[in-house]
């Protein structure tokens, strides 16, 4: 089980332009969520996704949508990036809402 | 909304020490709490979790402590190894919200040899 991957895992984008980040959520999950962790800061909840729904979403703007497929898989994307949406962004996976298993996280630099 | 926060931005302890990690939550009506370990590089993994209707939970040489009286968890590792050395997140969500989960800041934990 390769557990919970994402890509990529670096990324330059400059303002303004758009980004797309995906996660495989571990074998048998059915529940992706997204979270922005900028640097020296826990975790911030972006939105959930189920049964390729969202259904829990945190404070962001609309600039921040997602996606899951019937595989269970999910993408993240940003419209009109902004300085300040430089972060880890991180998926994690879990049954039914479970335990969450975090992927590695994609680093995004917006210059 | 809910906010999670750490006493102790930074913690250094001495290999074979015992650590305690403390955090305060502020929303009295969360019902599960999460401890975890992200290393440099790393997303967050988890150690232990606690329901609310529990006061301690004891996994292998960490054990978490719940007092709700005073919206406060920590956590305990025993015989702190250099390998405990990371960034400590305590978080907290109700579980009808099917996991939307808060994060604090982070403690970070130095094991010195």
């Known amino acids: 089980d390769a557990g919970v991957t994402q890509s990529p895992t670096h990324l330059i984008k400059t303002r303004g332009q758009q980004v797309t980040l995906r996660c495989s959520p571990k074998s048998g999950h059915d529940t992706v969520s997204w979270y922005q962790q900028a640097l020296g800061q826990g975790p911030q909840f972006i939105f959930q996704y189920y049964e390729e729904e969202e259904r829990q979403r945190g404070n962001f703007p609309d600039r921040f949508s997602g996606h899951q497929f019937p595989n269970y898989s999910s993408e993240l994307n940003v419209n009109a990036l902004l300085l300040g949406d430089s972060a880890l962004y991180l998926c994690?996976?879990?049954?039914?809402?479970?335990?969450?298993?975090f992927g590695p996280g994609t680093r995004l630099t917006v210059l | 909304g809910e906010s999670v926060g750490l006493h102790l931005p930074t913690l250094s302890v001495q290999e074979g020490d015992n650590s305690i990690i403390n955090c305060a939550y502020s929303n009295s009506a969360s019902d599960y709490f999460i401890w975890y370990k992200q290393e440099s590089g790393k997303g967050p993994q988890f150690i232990i979790d606690?329901?609310?209707?529990?006061d301690k939970r004891q996994g292998q040489r960490v054990t978490v402590l719940l007092n709700k009286t005073v919206k406060h968890l920590s956590l305990q590792i025993a015989a702190t190894q250099p390998g405990d050395s990371a960034v400590y997140f305590c978080a907290e969500t109700l579980l009808y919200n099917f996991n939307k989960f808060y994060f604090g800041s982070g403690t970070k934990l130095n094991v010195k040899p």
């Open positions: 606690i329901r609310s209707n529990m």
């Open positions: 994690a996976s879990s049954f039914r809402g479970n335990e969450q298993f």
